[in-house]
């Protein structure tokens, strides 16, 4: 069996050429859609080429539930809603598709409008890493004319907050990039510090980038509000069930490529925020409480709990 998208979407997410939960999630679900509409084998085939697609692209990054959500909503409906011909089964493959990616850009939309309501003249906001509904909440604040700065870190190994920062930037936003460490540093100037997020538990805890509890951390100290753009549509299932969100581990050369011999180096590219630190996550729902997370979720997505 011979996959023609698939693969080269799923080593595109895994070189972060596509990054951000956000970004990931709409080119996995899009990827597996096509591979689907492409395939031209018989019907026993097209379960084949949905579960080792799927694998593939899942294990593109550990830890990414939005897309892991997606794919799976792709299945659950094609078993459902059972085409029985070639021609319906492209159809509904296209009609599953669009109803996520509505999901996802309706979600991320809806999420970036209330972050930017958020922001008020002459705040000074800080960032970590590159978020797409980060940046799209600053560009949109900016737009409705509202003047503010932006303090972002570079984020290393990989830098996205170059990222960041050139969106800004180049959206005309007043915009200070700063090393990671310097985070605390900079605290008491911030009037609250905003980041998106890979991951959403049952016990309101929040995955994201390497550094963000750190950045946490900091605020909470500084008693700096600390909020969380992120669509319900990451929640992790499994944690109701006690398990842990596995964090990926990213190959080494990215920290230090010619390393000296006998040197150990970790890593990880995500950390575990608890809930204590942050005021609020901004979701679909508005900004709710991390702790009632598991309640959004049955009025929003129940199907996430299957
Ligand atoms: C990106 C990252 C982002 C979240 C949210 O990490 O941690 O904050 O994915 O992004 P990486 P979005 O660069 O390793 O993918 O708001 O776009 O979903």
Known sequence: MILKTVPGVSGRIKRLEIQGATNIAISAVK??????????????????????????????????PMMRNGLKYIRSHLTAEAPSSRDSFKEVVTQIEERILEMYQGGRQRIMEIGAKRIRDGDIILTHCHSSAVTGSLMLAHEMGKKFKVINTETRPKYQGRIT?????????DTTIIVDSAASHYMKEVDFVIVGCDALTSEGNIINKIGTSQVALAAYEARIPFYVLGTLLKFEPITIHGHYEAIEERNTDEI????????????????VTRRDYVSGL?????????????????????????
């Open 31 to 64: 990827a597996l859609s096509q591979e689907l509409r492409d395939f031209e084998g018989s019907k026993e085939e097209v379960d084949h080429v949905l579960i080792e697609a799927t694998r593939m692209l899942v294990e593109s990054r550990a830890t990414e």
């Open 165 to 173: 920062s050139r969106e800004l930037v180049e959206a005309g936003i």
């Open 256 to 271: 230090w490529a010619d390393s000296p011999e006998g040197l150990n180096i970790r890593n990880p590219a995500f950390d």
């Open 282 to 306: 901004i979701s679909e729902e508005g900004i709710i409480s991390p702790h009632s997370i598991l309640e959004a979720i049955h009025r929003h997505y129940p199907w996430l709990l299957d």
